[in-house]
């Protein structure tokens, strides 16, 4: 089963450090990544940059199209208007078939602030002790996770450690 999840953290950079500790893992074969993006927010910029992780995923399992939509509803409608609001909320809708609801927008809008980032993943195959001991010293905080409850549960606690 594929796990697509989001990782805030309390720096710019920390998103993209993240990214290194993934490929070694990758290597590992302790993850497998299908695909990823990243936001980074830097203090001083009026908006957070986004790239998808072509290098690490190959071709992409999600597409620049799902990132850009998504990024697009997080980042960029908010200020373009109500028109194009009206637009994007359907749009949006269709996210949610993904698991990506409303909710989530909002609380991504809400958690990515100037200075942070955000590791959006498409996973499968984690070897979570092994992942997690590699982020130990990174403090993560998950997002959003389309894991079960107690899937989700287990990854806070290992993560937390």
Do not use: C, Y
Not at 26 to 45: E, H, M, N, R, Y
Not at 119 to 128: A, N, P, Q, S
Not at 131 to 157: I, W
């Amino acid at each position: 089963m594929s796990t697509l999840s989001v990782w805030r953290f309390d720096t710019a950079e920390g998103a993209d450090q993240a990214v290194a500790t993934l490929e070694d893992l990758s290597k590992q074969q302790l993850i497998t990544v299908f695909d990823a993006a990243v936001a980074s927010w830097k203090d001083g910029d009026r908006k957070p940059k986004t790239h998808q992780l072509h290098n690490l995923t190959g071709a992409g399992a999600l597409g620049g199209a799902f990132w850009g939509l998504l990024f697009g509803l997080l980042f960029f409608v908010p200020l373009l208007g109500l028109a194009i609001g009206a637009a994007a909320g359907a749009l949006s809708g269709s996210l949610t078939d993904v698991g990506i609801s409303n909710d989530f927008i909002k609380k991504a809008r809400e958690e990515l602030t100037p200075g942070s980032s955000a590791l959006f993943l498409l996973t499968r195959d984690v070897v979570l002790d092994k992942v997690s001991a590699a982020f130990a010293g990174n403090k993560p905080h998950l997002m959003f996770t389309n894991l079960s409850d107690d899937q989700e549960k287990v990854l806070r606690e290992a993560f937390a450690e």
